[in-house]
Antibody
């Protein structure tokens, strides 16, 4: 069974850092792009960042560019999101999702349950 | 990149059809056939219902269909059922290798 499991969320002060992880299982990890999507309370999803199956190309939403870094460890079937200089507006549930393609097409057919990030003093 | 535009709400009686629009620009919906639709029930992760404008993942009922004309994509749910009541979000691949989501449409089954 295909599965994604996020971890690493929590409460952090403004300006702080967090590193999210997402462990994938049940599918060939390197054959698919992976994505982080976040959803603030009461809001719709927001695409945050994507990485190709090989890990050779990454892209970011303008709202996080320069602060967040996406990466993947294919030997461990794990996706990461390093979040620095966190702001209150980064507060959200963060989902990792598997893309249908080896590049970030926006079609994501497998989602984790999400991990909650709260940025507050 | 601005979010795609969706109507905030739509409704229909059981058995009826409802169509949701998703308006973008020539930098996203209009230029790429990579529009997806997601269904989200409260407290749950989004679920892919349509991808690449018209394709249905395995297990999604054929009551769900997608289309596109110019900068606007649409999702139609035919034969509405109670379990279709949820929030629906469109997304599109966009210039600069990013994706954008719509603001969401709450579908109510009357």
């Amino acid at each position: 069974e295909e599965q994604l499991l996020e971890s690493g969320g929590g409460l952090v002060q403004p300006g702080g850092s967090l590193r999210l992880s997402c462990a994938g299982s049940g599918f060939s990890f390197t054959n698919y792009a992976m994505t982080w999507v976040r959803q603030a309370p009461g809001q719709g999803p927001e695409w945050v960042s994507g990485i190709t199956g090989s890990g050779g190309s990454t892209t970011y939403a303008g709202s996080v560019k320069g602060r967040f870094t996406i990466s993947r460890d294919s030997s461990k079937n794990t996706l990461f999101l390093q979040m620095n200089s966190l702001r209150a507006e980064d507060t959200a549930i963060y989902y990792c999702a598997k893309d249908l393609r080896i590049w970030s097409s926006g079609g994501m057919d497998l989602w984790g349950r999400g991990t909650t990030v709260t940025v507050s003093s | 990149q601005s979010a795609l535009t969706q109507p905030p709400s739509a409704s229909g009686s059981p058995g009826q059809s409802v169509t949701i629009s998703c308006t973008g620009t020539s930098s996203d919906v209009g230029d790429y056939n990579y529009v997806s639709w997601y269904q989200q029930h409260p407290g749950k992760a989004p679920k892919l219902m349509i991808y690449e404008v018209t394709k249905r993942p395995s297990g999604v009922p054929d009551r769900f269909s997608g289309s596109k004309s110019g900068n606007t994509a649409s999702l139609t749910v035919s034969g509405l059922q109670a379990e279709d009541e949820a929030d629906y979000y469109c997304s599109s691949y966009a210039d600069s290798n990013i994706a954008v989501f719509g603001g969401g449409t709450r579908v109510t089954v009357l």
